[in-house]
């Protein structure tokens, strides 16, 4: 048993989804662990992982509309406002969904579904760069 | 240490909470590990993991009711609708539940607690094959 | 590799986050593990693990409110009321949130950002205690 940890540092240019599945996958394959358990952590709490259909772009900008309806951009609602209207919804919905992924590795591939892809889910509307903590486990 | 990796694969029938505890269960008492972690993750957006309190029937209920109130099947609320009126609230809930579980193990059970029960919670509302791939690591 | 299993058991007055992280950071550094994952797991249904922003406590009282209201204590909206008013919705909040985290370590410490604390997230309204099994592997 071995381990390879690393770091990807993804630019992001305005609120929605961004794919990172490639990134991910690539990082994966030069560990050479093809068989084990890889650990995805977002070091933020304003933006946030989530894995998701990747084949219609009409799903990613339906969940969008949904998380926007459900924590909307509405000083009036919050405390918090001193980093600007979009901060604290981003924080609302970074724990709607989630910090950290688990995926288990097999034939040194992710064992995704057929049509799941990793997203980044930038909720400012500005734009960040985020980084993600990567460990893998595994022989 | 070492590890071992697997698959369950689980038939559903309509929408709702199936609890997949003993399935689990069985399969980490073979894999022969006594202490560790193990990772669940369902290889599917529009059905996703729960673990929930077991022991009251009408909690699963109320769950139920939350999330169908939460993304209500309104093909009026969203762009993509051509999988059927069920499928975007699916990807919706899945994204406000769980893609993957991380469980330590001690004395060759899940460290539970009393009342937990793990579900595959189907949110389509026709009955599907849902692969859920495993891996336990430790020794 | 190597591993070490442990518990935490922590004490909480009202409805809240209570934040865990330097309890968490002590028993990893007694475990002497300096890269690998930590696997925080709360055993229990009506009480959750969230990771958010630890600068400004408004953000956590604005998370509360966030909750409160998606998952209001009226028991006219649930079956499940004869555990009290707040237990379905500390179903529900729970579920929203997380049971799992795993947190990438390296040089002896958890990889969170620099503003990102852990959170037991209690959801009843009177005391309770509650049991995080954790369990960190590596080298």
Chains 1, 2, 3 share one sequence.
Do not use: C
């Not at 009409?58 to 600007?84: C, I, K, M």
């Amino acid at each position: 048993m071995q381990q390879k940890s690393g770091e990807l540092s993804i630019s992001t240019y305005h609120r929605g989804l961004i794919e990172v599945t490639e990134n991910i996958s690539s990082w994966l394959t030069k560990s050479e662990i093809s068989e084990g358990v890889l650990t995805i952590f977002i070091q933020h709490s304003s933006a946030s992982l989530i894995i998701q259909e990747n084949a219609d772009p009409d799903v990613q900008l339906d969940l969008q509309d949904f998380y926007s309806n459900a924590a909307p951009d509405n000083p009036a609602l919050y405390r918090h406002t001193s980093e600007g209207p979009d901060d604290m919804p981003s924080h609302i919905r970074s724990s709607l969904t989630d910090v950290s992924l688990t995926i288990p590795v097999l034939g040194g591939r992710m064992r995704l579904g057929t049509w799941q892809g990793i997203y980044i889910f930038e909720h400012r509307t500005s734009p960040h760069t985020r980084r993600l903590a990567l460990n893998v486990m595994g022989e």
